[in-house]
Structure formats: structure tokens, C-alpha cells
């Protein structure tokens, strides 16, 4: 055999063994803590995947993005309490209210370039977060409780088991990693990585800069609002601070930055380092130093600014081209 | 009808006239010079035929067709390429990978794309570095990278902004040798250019350009005799002495 063939049949073995392992996770683990870790991990992962596409493939760095997480959980959840129509539904509502919203901010928004767009985005989620928090008929500060439901699919409500919540979010994780797959390899991602390395030459070969922008917006926020009507399914309630917080916005933007962006493994990897960080400091520090995970994120920006800004991923694909 | 007319395109920058109504044609074909002294708005005439500008008068008209309110992007598309006086590689893509964002000018399938970009690089003479970063090249592979990239998106006329810039006088015969190849596969070129040999030697027709106003255009040896050119570029006194 030779080597290539020994490494891709490597490949294959390794995918074969990462399959099983992430579809008998929650058997091996029954506790509610792992199978929340792995939740929360995947769930960012797809957050991160989403945001690359903008801000890692496009080069467009959003900052406002949990408005999209937002819309999707907020608009799947008062579908919900006011006509009791299933979040499945509600899912693709939030998906075309979060596109809508997304071509509305980004159109006078692309015309900024760099820090600019950043701040505008910014903005635009303070905006929102305020409208929400004052706005009565979605619960204002108080927030939307769900009603619980019987366990069903199709409510998309588990009460006994968080498992197929876990099988949910891991499916959505999928089908959004194969979705970037396919940017990654189509025009439309060699397209947003000329945007993203040099505007003015992209223009000069026939690239419509605000048109691909915004497709790169617009798929990112459907993504986004998915992800957003998972998180209300999954805690029962929501409030501005959980779905709609610029905290939430930074987390969305760092985790690929961490991993590397503009690469699809690279929110993988910074959701599978970042979240257990984050959670792990939560519940063990929680009562003496409150705010550590958020220290620790600070901390971790200013080392990957200064150290390996191409992220984790940059420093694999280093040591590919030399070996 | 020529391939390319304009008429009276005027830009003004603030106060400054960049481009004050100037005309000019281009034929199927031709390979037009374009000089002047710095800042005699060589490249902002450029500028406003690719649509990066967007001029304050006159037109410019490109197969009967008015392009002048047309955007960059639709410029390119509708078969005019450029390149940049300060070349803008995509720094961090491979150098096939950035002659196949021209070639996806074209065609939406990565396939074709990438076979058309390989036979562009085979043409310029770049395919031996197709899978290095377009960032790592020297100067003068990244112009001829630039090129190809425009070539690529198959223009029927062809903008070139000082693609001799900077290089060393091998280099530069290899630049003129290269941009009679692109001209006798029926690309029409103009052609901003400070290395006088160079120009002299290719262009059909020189067009030549002082303080944003047309000063004169004729066959490259008349150009080097016209009293205006020299007194632009060597000044005044310099003619009276002469």
C-alpha cells in the first residue's frame, strides 16, 4: 500500500470510530452533565461553523450575531405560546424572519470596511437585545416560559432523558458541517475567500461584493436561527440575556477565531476546547470567583491575537506543509 | 465602431481635475500606450473606464454598449479586464486558486474553472508554482500573476496599469514578450507604462496624457517627436534649449 492510500484508509477508520463513539455517547454516559457538555459543545460548534461563513470565509467580522440566535428562539418560541404550532414550524419562520433581518442589516452595514463593519454589527445586536428586553408581547425583561408539552418529536420537548436532544443538535451539526463542506469546495467559497483577502481585485474579476456578502450573511443567519430555536426547545425558556446577550456574539466570533477561521474543523475544535473551559470553570469555581471563564476568554484572545492568529488550525496546516 | 469610445470623461476630485473631457478610440485589436507624467491621470482614467470610479461627465462606450454607470464587477463581466498599478494578489490563496477566481468569471463549475486557470498558467508560464501561496511570489511573478488572473476571466480588452513596474530589463522583455502573446490571441490592450523602451516598441498608437488633458495621440515615433510630450515631460526650458 502506499502511503497515501494508508492515510486515507486511516481517515476512514478514524471517521468510522468518531461515528460510534459521538452515536453511543449517551449511552455510556447517562448523567445530565457530560450529555450537557457535548450539547452545549455541538451547539456552539454549529454556532462557530455559521459565523465562519461570514466571518471566516468571507472575511466579514460580525459582532452581533446572536441577534440571529435570538430571532430563531424567539421567534420559534411565540409561534409556539400563541398557536401552539409545533417548533419544527416555528424553526423555519425563525430561519426567514433571521434572513429578512440579516439583508436589512447587512445591506447598509457592507458598505464599512473592516472595524467599521465589526462596530456596526455591534450596534445593530444592542439594538436589538434593547427592542426585546422593552417589548411586552415577546415577555420584555421577564422573558418566554415554554409550556411543557408531552415528550414527542415532533413537540420537540424531552423531559426524561436529554439524549435526543443530544441526537438533534449532533444531526443539525452534520448537516451545517456538510453545508460548508460544500461552500468550501463551490464558487461561491472561492468567491468569499477573494472578497475576504482583497475586495478591490475581486471587483476587478467580476465579483459582486455586496451580493456575495450578503449570501454569505444570509446563509450564516439561517444557521444562526436554528441553533437559536434548539437553545429555546432545550431550556423551555427564554430571555434577552440568554439568547440575545453581545456576550453570546463574542463567544459565536471566538470560537473559530480560536480554532482557525475560514477552515471547517476550526469551530470544532474551538467549541470542543472553549465550552468545557468555560462550563468546567463555571461549576467548580462558580461560588469563589465568579466571571473566571470570562478572564480566561480575555486571556485566550489577547494569546491567539499575539501568538497564532491563524488559530489551532493554522498551526496543523504548518506542520503539513513542512512534513 | 470601435471596440472602445469615450467621450469627454471628466473627474473631478475636489478642486482638482483629474480627467479633464478626454476622448478617445480604441480598435478591435490595437495595442494603445497610454503615458504621461505622475499624476497626469493615467490611472484615474483607468479607474473611471472599470467602473471603480464613477465619473462626473462624458461616456464611455464599450461594444455599443454605454458602460459608464456600469459597476466594476459588470465591467469585468461584460469582458473588459484590468490589472493594478500596486499589484492586489490574493495573498493567502495558491497561485492556481487565484487564476481560478478569474476563470469563475465564466463558469460556475470548480472543474472547468480549474482547468481553465492551468492552461492560463501554462500560457504565462507560472504552472511549475501553482500550488504556492500567490503572497510568496517576487514582484515580478506576482504581475505576471495579476495577469493571468485577468486574463482568465477572457476580456476582449484588456487594461494594464505599469505591469513593468520594478522589474529588471530581463524581466521586462519577457513582460513585452508576453503582452504580444495576449494581443495575437485577439485581446485588445492598453497600456500604462513609465519604461519608454517597452512602450515605444509595442504600442500601435500612444496616447498621452498632462495635468488630466489629452495632449496628444499619434504612431509611437511621432510621439517621441511632438513638441507638447516633451515639454510635459521635460519641461520648458528644456524644449527652448533644444
Not at chain 1, 470510530?17 to 460548534?45: C, D, E
Not at chain 1, 424553526?91 to 463593519?117: E, K, T, W
Not at chain 1, 472553549?274 to 484572545?301: C, D, N, Q, W
Not at chain 2, 473606464?49 to 459608464?68: A, M, R
Amino acid at each position: 500500500m502506499t502511503k497515501e492510500r494508508q492515510l486515507s484508509a486511516l481517515k476512514v477508520l478514524g471517521g468510522v470510530i468518531l461515528a460510534i463513539v459521538l452515536l453511543t455517547f449517551p449511552f455510556i454516559f447517562k448523567k445530565p452533565f457530560p450529555q450537557r457538555m457535548m450539547i452545549l459543545i455541538f451547539m456552539y460548534a454549529l454556532l462557530g461553523e455559521a459565523w465562519n461563513i461570514l466571518g471566516g470565509y468571507a472575511g466579514q467580522v460580525s459582532l452581533g450575531h446572536a441577534i440571529f440566535f435570538g430571532l430563531g428562539a424567539y421567534t420559534s418560541s411565540f409561534m409556539l405560546i400563541r398557536w401552539g404550532i409545533t417548533p419544527w414550524l416555528g424553526m423555519v419562520a425563525g430561519i426567514l424572519i433571521a434572513v429578512v433581518i440579516s439583508i436589512i442589516i447587512g445591506y447598509p452595514c457592507f458598505r464599512l470596511a473592516g472595524h467599521y463593519f465589526a462596530i456596526a454589527t455591534i450596534a445593530a445586536g444592542e439594538i436589538v437585545a434593547i427592542t426585546f428586553l422593552n417589548w411586552k408581547l415577546m415577555g420584555g425583561a421577564i422573558g418566554l416560559f415554554l409550556p411543557l408539552l408531552d415528550e414527542s418529536l415532533l413537540n420537540f420537548e424531552f423531559h426524561s432523558s436529554k439524549a435526543p436532544y443530544y441526537y438533534i443538535i449532533l444531526a443539525m451539526l452534520v448537516v451545517t458541517v456538510f453545508i460548508a463542506y460544500r461552500i468550501e469546495r463551490s464558487r461561491l467559497g472561492f468567491y468569499f475567500r477573494a472578497i475576504k483577502n482583497d475586495p478591490d481585485a475581486a471587483r476587478s474579476l467580476g465579483i459582486d461584493l455586496t451580493k456575495y456578502k450578503l449570501i454569505a450573511m444570509i446563509i450564516s443567519a439561517a444557521l444562526t436561527a436554528v441553533a437559536g430555536t434548539f437553545y429555546a426547545q432545550y431550556l423551555l425558556f427564554i430571555d434577552p440575556h440568554t439568547v440575545l446577550p453581545l456576550m453570546l456574539s463574542i463567544q459565536m466570533c471566538l470560537i473559530p477565531v480560536l480554532g482557525g477561521t475560514g477552515t471547517i474543523a476550526g469551530p470544532i475544535i474551538g467549541s470542543c476546547i472553549l465550552i468545557p473551559m468555560a462550563e468546567y470553570t463555571r461549576v467548580y469555581l462558580a461560588g469563589k470567583v465568579s466571571g473566571l471563564h470570562l478572564f480566561l476568554y480575555g486571556l485566550l484572545i489577547i494569546v491567539f491575537a499575539v501568538f497564532q492568529p491563524a488559530g489551532l488550525m493554522g498551526l496543523v496546516q504548518r506542520y503539513r506543509r513542512r512534513g | 465602431m470601435a471596440l472602445l469610445e469615450i467621450s469627454n470623461l471628466t473627474k473631478r476630485f475636489g478642486g482638482l481635475v483629474a480627467n479633464n473631457a478626454v476622448s478617445m478610440e480604441v480598435n478591435e485589436g490595437e495595442i494603445v500606450g497610454l503615458i504621461g507624467p505622475n499624476g497626469a491621470g493615467k490611472t484615474t482614467l483607468f479607474n473611471c473606464i472599470s467602473g471603480f470610479y464613477s465619473s462626473d461627465g462624458g461616456s464611455v462606450v464599450f461594444e455599443g454598449k454605454d458602460i459608464t454607470r456600469s459597476s466594476a464587477d459588470q465591467v469585468c463581466r461584460e469582458g473588459m479586464g484590468r490589472t493594478f498599478q500596486i499589484v492586489k494578489i490574493f495573498k493567502d490563496m495558491t497561485v492556481l486558486e487565484n487564476v481560478m477566481i478569474g476563470a469563475f468569471c465564466r463558469t460556475t463549475s470548480p472543474e472547468r474553472a480549474r482547468a481553465e486557470a492551468l492552461k492560463t498558467l501554462e500560457f504565462v508560464g507560472l504552472v511549475e508554482k501553482r500550488d504556492v501561496p500567490g503572497g510568496s511570489l517576487t514582484i515580478a511573478e506576482q504581475k505576471r500573476l495579476e495577469l493571468a488572473r485577468a486574463v482568465a476571466t477572457q476580456p476582449r480588452l484588456l487594461m494594464l496599469d505599469e505591469t513593468m513596474a520594478g522589474l529588471n530589463p530581463m524581466e521586462t522583455r519577457e513582460a513585452v514578450e508576453l503582452l504580444r502573446k495576449i494581443n495575437a490571441q485577439g485581446v485588445t490592450l492598453i497600456v500604462v507604462e513609465h519604461v519608454m523602451e517597452a512602450i515605444m516598441t509595442i504600442s500601435d498608437r500612444i496616447m498621452v496624457l498632462d495635468y488630466g488633458k489629452k495632449i496628444a495621440e499619434d504612431v509611437p515615433e511621432k510621439i517621441a517627436q511632438n513638441e507638447e510630450v516633451i515639454k510635459a515631460y521635460l519641461g520648458e526650458r528644456y524644449y527652448a534649449r533644444s
